[in-house]
T-cell receptor
């Protein structure tokens, strides 16, 4: 079946790194995504990684993909209060379908 | 370039009624996808339209339907509303169809069914 799992909550102190983890079940995924949703806003695509890549870095964001374990992670360096949001992991299946996790709520401690 | 717009932003309906939600994609984008977001189920794919044709459909009952116009604007309709249909409905557009294309999401329509 198609399923994407991620923990529901994460608390991180401001200035520390945040690591949000995700596991997926469909090995035929072509792309994996991280989306950010701030309160009252729609989803914003943060970054995505092609399934034959191991790592992608974009400024403060680092995505790591372990295809063997079907594990995806998003690392946010130097976490700021503006990073407080819900982060969704998603995988693309075939040409048209995207399956989302339930989202991880990132809470920033002062 | 204007982003994805959805109207209305908020809607309150009663059980048994029907509702139509509208989505205008980014200019030039031809693919529009609809998602339902609820606290319990998270984000679930409803369907995708590309060039006025439904390309893929999620596991939702036939009460949920949609269409796309020649200008790529899309509407989603839910008939015989149930309490469980209360959710945030998100629309996303992309230039073309396919999982390797970036999707841009609208702010959503929050539907409350009483």
């Amino acid at each position: 079946g198609e399923d994407v799992e991620q923990s529901l909550f994460l608390s991180v102190r401001e200035g520390d790194s945040s690591v949000i983890n995700c596991t997926y079940t469909d090995s035929s995924s072509t792309y994996l995504y991280w989306y950010k949703q701030e309160p009252g806003a729609g989803l914003q695509l943060l970054t995505y990684i092609f399934s034959n890549m191991d790592m992608k870095q974009d400024q403060r964001l680092t995505v790591l993909l372990n295809k063997k374990d079907k594990h995806l992670s998003l690392r946010i360096a130097d976490t700021q209060t503006g990073d407080s949001a819900i982060y969704f992991c998603a995988e693309s299946i075939g040409d048209d379908k995207i399956i989302f996790g339930k989202g991880t709520r990132l809470h920033i401690l002062p | 370039k204007a982003g994805v717009t959805q109207t209305p932003r908020y809607l309150i309906k009663t059980r048994g009624q029907q509702v139509t939600l509208s989505c205008s994609p980014i200019s030039g984008h031809r693919s529009v996808s609809w998602y339902q977001q609820t606290p319990g189920q998270g984000l679930q794919f409803l369907f995708e339209y590309f060039s006025e044709t439904q390309r893929n459909k999620g596991n939702f009952p036939g009460r949920f339907s949609g269409r796309q116009f020649s200008n790529s604007r899309s509407e989603m309709n839910v008939s015989t509303l149930e309490l469980g249909d209360s959710a945030l409905y998100l629309c996303a557009s992309s230039f073309t169809s396919g999982g390797n294309n970036e999707q841009y999401f609208g702010p959503g329509t929050r539907l409350t069914v009483t």
